[in-house]
């Protein structure tokens, strides 16, 4: 179990993260590519990635990111600018020796070790490079061609627990968080795969939500690191289903002003009310109210945007929350193309 102890300090101190993480959900999707659990929500993107997963980069990523257990803290350093894998690559090179010697003599005491992990520990300059190297490889092979669906599960995620704050403050943020936590206060209970005690001492947590997280959280071994929590965001069966025969498009990270070449035709004033309503994360109730329909009205045209990889539907408790995936936000954004402007006209 894993303990999470508050003082009144760091309950006012309780962030969560404004996107999600690149280099977590490289970490956290290369361990679960290797397990079999989850093979309704995940098995269909297993298949589909496994086959073309560097067989290099996965070498070397293998000792150190194991699929149960202890993996190294300085892999997933925390950046004060936010999260950039680049950025979080260029941490890792920076690590000091003593950092790298200290997380894998911990990880030696779980595993064997291959020969060249001595390199690494000495903090040798070309080992470093071949390991983030081997995260860029398969963080664009397993991660990006899913980018867009893993930044809009996450967004919904954050959308209801800012429904959470309105309704509970950061308390009822925390017992929101899902059924492997429990908040009984001072501490934030959690199943865990160890017993640890985290205690924050005024520090704050940063709340990470995580796509490829499963099940239990995930956090730093080393309670002297800034402290993160690391969440499971729980996608449904279908979070794939928007793809043509099942494949992940490389979508990437839409921009603002891009429509992108996926996008379904929008019909009608509704559907571009819906899609701009859905920017902060909306029920089936709230969209009906707001909009002056009804709820079967409502998903019938969330049925379509959903099609269309413009928002995406998550259970929440008793809610179903809709929330703007980046290709939708890039096609409201669009300079001087507003979205009527998208819907093909009949010919004259």
């Not at 361990?31 to 298949?47: D, H, P």
């Not at 003593?98 to 040798?124: C, F, I, K, N, Y």
């Not at 669906?149 to 009822?172: K, S, Y």
Request: aromatic letters at 6%; charged letters at 20%.
């Amino acid at each position: 179990m894993l303990r999470v102890h508050f003082t009144a300090q760091d309950l006012v101190r309780v962030r969560i993260a404004t996107t999600a993480d690149p280099l977590w959900e490289t970490v956290n999707g290369f361990q679960l590519l290797r397990k079999r659990e989850a093979a309704t929500v995940f098995g269909q993107w297993r298949r589909l990635t496994g086959p073309r997963l560097s067989s290099a980069s996965s070498r070397m990523l293998a000792p150190l990111l194991p699929a149960y257990g202890y993996f190294p803290d300085f892999l997933t350093p925390v950046l004060p600018g936010g999260p950039s894998l680049e950025a979080a690559i260029d941490a890792i090179a920076s690590t000091p020796r003593r950092q790298l010697r200290h997380d894998l003599t911990v990880l030696a005491t779980e595993r064997r070790l291959p020969p060249w992990v001595s390199a690494l520990a000495a903090g040798e300059a070309e080992t470093l490079h071949r390991l983030g190297e081997a995260f860029r490889v398969c963080h664009r092979e397993a991660v990006a061609p899913v980018w867009s669906r893993i930044r809009a599960h996450v967004d919904a995620d954050r959308a209801a627990r800012g429904q959470a704050f309105l309704a509970g403050g950061v308390e009822g943020v925390l017992r929101s968080l899902g059924p492997a936590f429990r908040w009984r206060p001072p501490v934030l209970e959690a199943d865990y795969p160890v017993e640890q005690d985290l205690h924050l001492d005024g520090r704050g947590l940063l709340l990470q939500p995580s796509f490829f997280c499963w099940r239990m959280p995930v956090t730093f071994v080393d309670g002297a690191l800034s402290p993160v929590l690391v969440y499971p965001v729980r996608p449904g069966s279908g979070w794939l289903e928007d793809a043509p025969g099942g494949a992940p498009r490389a979508r990437g990270d839409a921009r603002d002003g891009e429509a992108g070449g996926g996008l379904g035709p929008l019909i009608g004033r509704t559907r571009a009310a819906l899609l701009d309503a859905v920017r902060g994360g909306c029920s089936t109730g709230d969209l009906a109210r707001r909009l002056g329909v009804s709820a079967s009205a409502v998903s019938q045209h969330v049925a379509v945007l959903r099609e269309a990889g413009l928002l995406v539907s998550s259970r929440k408790a008793q809610h179903v929350l809709h929330t703007i995936t980046p290709e939708g936000r890039a096609l409201l954004r669009a300079p001087r193309r507003p979205v009527e402007a998208l819907v093909p006209r009949p010919p004259v």
